[in-house]
């Protein structure tokens, strides 16, 4: 089993940063894809960002190019979620996960099988 712990969420103002941390309990991950989720009330939970722990370019969801980077530290088994220019529209509980998506399936939350507890991210002035 596979221990996943998100932290970093909060109340910020729209156009504030935040950066989301997931921390993983195994000690390698290389042939997995790791990946931030997010869950509004009321809504289904919707792909973010995600990248294969071993190498590859990042895959992000077209709301946030440009202002959200996914990366990782290898040595702490952590991923990253550097949120820039936040909008209310951001507002959900984030979610990390962890797969073995192929490249067609990155962005499905059905190709992950291990999620952290998430955690919230408020947006609002």
């Known amino acids: 089993q596979v221990l996943l712990v998100e932290s970093g969420g909060g109340l910020v103002q729209p156009g504030d940063s935040l950066r989301l941390s997931c921390t993983a309990s195994?000690?390698?991950?290389?042939?997995?894809?790791l990946a931030w989720f997010r869950q509004a009330p009321g809504k289904e939970r919707e792909f973010v960002a995600a990248?294969?722990?071993?190498?590859?370019?990042?895959y992000y969801a077209d709301s946030v190019k440009g202002r959200f980077t996914i990366s990782k530290d290898r040595a702490k088994n952590t991923l990253h979620l550097q949120m820039n220019s936040l909008k209310p529209e951001d507002t959900a509980v984030y979610f990390c996960?962890?797969?073995?998506?192929?490249?067609?399936?990155?962005?499905?939350?059905?190709?992950?099988?291990?999620w952290g507890q998430g955690t919230q991210v408020t947006v609002s002035s």
């Open positions: 996960g962890l797969g073995r998506p192929i490249t067609s399936t990155i962005r499905n939350p059905e190709s992950y099988y291990y």
């Open positions: 195994e000690r390698s991950f290389d042939g997995y894809g």
């Open positions: 990248l294969r722990w071993s190498a590859g370019t990042p």
